[in-house]
């Protein structure tokens, strides 16, 4: 049920500064505030900077369900287009309660830096079912999501190259499944369509890793930014991640990858994690593992003896630790709660999860913060593979293994005869589809972090400022160039 579609409107420029907060701030106004900051240091026109502000289409849906029991329930759903400089659109489709417009375009428009920060040729977009998944069935969640994929793809807003939402809060790959599914049925003609959605479940079609994705990202891009002596020596760190005292809000997807990569790859402790309903703490460094099965089991961080339990969770937000990871949703720290924080850096792993005064006030402190748009973009990049992948029905390793294998084995066979030894099986190797995907994961991540390092320097700006004004030029660079841009 279809209730708004709305073009693209007038672009009203709002170079406002203000340090003033209320206590209802949208993602959307965050965006602008951290656009119009960024555009200072670029040569864009104002006109530009203002048309990015806006997103081009906007969808708003009520979807009724019929749940198990035959009552009938209607849902608010919405799906938002950012930028159409290129396509198709790209962002994550969440379910979760009270979703406002103003957030989702907001995310949506940070879904666009997000993807020119790493060079990916896609807009941005974001939307998603306002509704609490937990209260609704296995069988509710699939009908409410076939019905939304439905409503996207009658209303042209899904497709492999219109836009291709992947999983975020509250969705997973079993919803991407689902959504991919519907899309099938519908349109059983498009030999894409297995790219009309990314997240899923490799035996659905999806890519080796995008599960960890954002985590894995995540974990490169500390470990590359801790490399940068003007982050580490003012704060007097030091540049590994061993041992670094690490405390981590959120432990879904995102938050607990995060977590497994920074103590099992980076050897970091980490000392406590919290959700909405309170957190975990040991000053020794938390099993990880233990946590997670914990947590699968019991939707709660509460009993798990491994560690001291806080009802409070503002209690383990205010322990000290050196890196502080946001990894739950948008503004979880505001004004209310910042002054908490006893670390060095934020490393921001959620979307946009400060607000701009929060923001202010710890880099007032001396508080370092790494950009969302770097730190989480894993998770897109990832599902950018996936979507290649599918577009050409082949995976990455399938079409050159046989052909490596042979010349990595005549390689070894000359190195063989040189040293007078003999080649074992064993020796020869070729790369998996994850190592492929994790590699260039790494590289793309590593360029990021390098670019935004630059750009920080050459103007003396934060890194959050740095990667927002090399995606704005790389946007502009783009669409300058297109019909989309009538200038
Ligand atoms: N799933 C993905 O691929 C990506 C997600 N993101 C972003 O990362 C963040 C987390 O996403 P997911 O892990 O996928 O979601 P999720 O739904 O898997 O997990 C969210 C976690 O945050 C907790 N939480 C919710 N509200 C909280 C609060 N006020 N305080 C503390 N904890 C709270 C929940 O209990 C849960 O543990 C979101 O901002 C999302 O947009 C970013 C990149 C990729
Ligand atoms: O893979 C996708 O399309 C969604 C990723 C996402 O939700 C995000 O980067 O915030």
Same mark, same amino acid.
């Given at each position: 049920?279809?209730?708004?579609?709305?073009?693209?409107?007038?672009?009203?420029?709002?170079?406002?500064?203000?340090?003033?907060?209320?206590?209802?701030?949208?993602?959307?106004?965050?965006?602008?505030?951290?656009?119009?900051?960024?555009?200072?240091?670029?040569?864009?026109?104002?006109?530009?900077?203002?048309?990015?502000?806006?997103?081009?289409?906007?969808?708003?849906?009520?979807?009724?369900?019929?749940?198990?029991?035959?009552?009938?329930?209607?849902?608010?759903?919405?799906?938002?287009?950012?930028?159409?400089?290129?396509?198709?659109?790209?962002? $994550?489709?969440? +379910? !979760?309660?009270?979703?406002? =417009?103003? &957030?989702? #375009?907001? *995310?949506?428009? %940070?879904?666009?830096? @997000?993807?020119?920060?790493?060079?990916?040729?896609?807009?941005?977009?974001?939307?998603?079912?306002?509704?609490?998944?937990?209260?609704?069935?296995?069988?509710?969640?699939?009908?409410?999501?076939?019905?939304?994929?439905?409503?996207?793809?009658?209303?042209?807003?899904?497709?492999?190259?219109?836009?291709?939402?992947?999983?975020?809060?509250?969705?997973?790959?079993?919803?991407?499944?689902?959504?991919?599914?519907?899309?099938?049925?519908?349109?059983?003609?498009?030999?894409?369509?297995?790219?009309?959605?990314?997240?899923?479940?490799?035996?659905?079609?999806?890519?080796?890793?995008?599960?960890?994705?954002?985590?894995? $990202?995540?974990? +490169? !891009?500390?470990?590359?930014? =801790?490399? &940068?002596? #003007?982050? *580490?020596?003012? %704060?007097?760190?030091? @540049?590994?991640?061993?041992?670094?005292?690490?405390?981590?809000?959120?432990?879904?997807?995102?938050?607990?990858?995060?977590?497994?990569?920074?103590?099992?790859?980076?050897?970091?402790?980490?000392?406590?994690?919290?959700?909405?309903?309170?957190?975990?703490?040991?000053?020794?460094?938390?099993?990880?593992?233990?946590?997670?099965?914990?947590?699968?089991?019991?939707?709660?961080?509460?009993?798990?003896?491994?560690?001291?339990?806080?009802?409070?969770?503002?209690?383990?937000?205010?322990?000290?630790?050196?890196?502080?990871?946001?990894?739950?949703?948008?503004?979880?720290?505001?004004?209310?709660?910042?002054?908490?924080?006893?670390?060095?850096?934020?490393?921001?792993?959620?979307?946009?999860?400060?607000?701009?005064?929060?923001?202010?006030?710890?880099? @007032?402190?001396?508080?370092?913060?790494?950009?969302?748009?770097?730190?989480?973009?894993?998770?897109?990049?990832?599902?950018?593979?996936?979507?290649?992948?599918?577009?050409?029905?082949?995976?990455?390793?399938?079409?050159?293994?046989?052909?490596?294998?042979?010349?990595?084995?005549?390689?070894?066979?000359?190195?063989?005869?040189?040293?007078?030894?003999?080649?074992?099986?064993?020796?020869?190797?070729?790369?998996?589809?994850?190592?492929?995907?994790?590699?260039?994961?790494?590289?793309?991540?590593?360029?990021?972090?390098?670019?935004?390092?630059?750009?920080?320097?050459?103007?003396?700006?934060?890194?959050?400022?740095?990667?927002?004004?090399?995606?704005?030029?790389?946007?502009?660079?783009?669409?300058?160039?297109?019909?989309?841009?009538?200038?």
């Amino acid at each position: 049920m279809l209730k708004r579609l709305v073009g693209r409107t007038s672009l009203i420029s709002k170079f406002s500064f203000s340090t003033n907060e209320s206590t209802d701030i949208s993602v959307r106004d965050s965006i602008h505030r951290l656009i119009d900051r960024a555009s200072m240091y670029t040569r864009i026109p104002g006109s530009f900077i203002d048309g990015l502000k806006k997103c081009s289409h906007v969808l708003e849906l009520s979807i009724p369900l019929k749940k198990d029991n035959g009552q009938l329930a209607v849902f608010e759903a919405y799906r938002a287009h950012h930028s159409i400089h290129a396509l198709p659109l790209k962002g $994550g489709i969440r +379910f !979760a309660p009270n979703m406002r =417009l103003a &957030d989702i #375009e907001g *995310v949506a428009a %940070l879904m666009t830096l @997000k993807m020119a920060c790493a060079d990916i040729p896609y807009g941005g977009a974001h939307g998603g079912i306002s509704v609490d998944p937990s209260s609704l069935s296995v069988l509710e969640q699939e009908r409410l999501a076939r019905a939304y994929a439905k409503e996207l793809i009658k209303s042209g807003f899904m497709g492999p190259s219109i836009d291709v939402p992947g999983p975020d809060i509250g969705t997973d790959g079993r919803t991407m499944a689902w959504i991919m599914d519907e899309f099938l049925k519908i349109a059983p003609d498009v030999t894409e369509g297995l790219a009309a959605v990314t997240g899923k479940p490799e035996a659905a079609g999806g890519i080796a890793g995008r599960k960890e994705a954002a985590g894995l $990202g995540f974990y +490169f !891009a500390l470990k590359n930014f =801790l490399e &940068d002596e #003007e982050l *580490v020596e003012p %704060l007097e760190l030091t @540049k590994e991640l061993k041992g670094k005292k690490i405390i981590i809000q959120g432990f879904g997807n995102v938050g607990y990858h995060v977590s497994k990569f920074l103590s099992e790859n980076g050897k970091a402790k980490i000392i406590g994690v919290l959700d909405q309903n309170g957190g975990v703490y040991k000053a020794t460094g938390l099993d990880i593992t233990a946590l997670k099965t914990y947590y699968d089991e019991n939707k709660t961080l509460k009993g798990f003896t491994e560690g001291k339990h806080f009802d409070n969770p503002e209690d383990v937000l205010s322990k000290t630790c050196d890196i502080f990871i946001p990894a739950a949703s948008e503004n979880t720290i505001t004004v209310n709660n910042s002054h908490l924080l006893k670390c060095k850096i934020v490393a921001e792993a959620a979307n946009l999860p400060l607000s701009i005064k929060a923001e202010e006030n710890l880099i @007032k402190n001396g508080v370092a913060i790494l950009p969302d748009i770097i730190m989480n973009s894993g998770g897109v990049i990832s599902s950018y593979f996936e979507y290649v992948k599918n577009i050409g029905h082949i995976s990455p390793e399938k079409l050159t293994k046989r052909w490596e294998l042979k010349s990595n084995e005549k390689i070894l066979q000359f190195l063989a005869r040189i040293l007078g030894t003999e080649v074992q099986n064993s020796d020869l190797q070729v790369a998996s589809d994850l190592e492929i995907v994790n590699n260039a994961l790494e590289d793309i991540i590593q360029n990021s972090v390098k670019t935004a390092k630059k750009t920080s320097k050459l103007y003396s700006i934060s890194y959050k400022d740095a990667a927002y004004v090399n995606a704005l030029n790389r946007i502009y660079e783009n669409l300058r160039y297109s019909s989309h841009y009538a200038a």
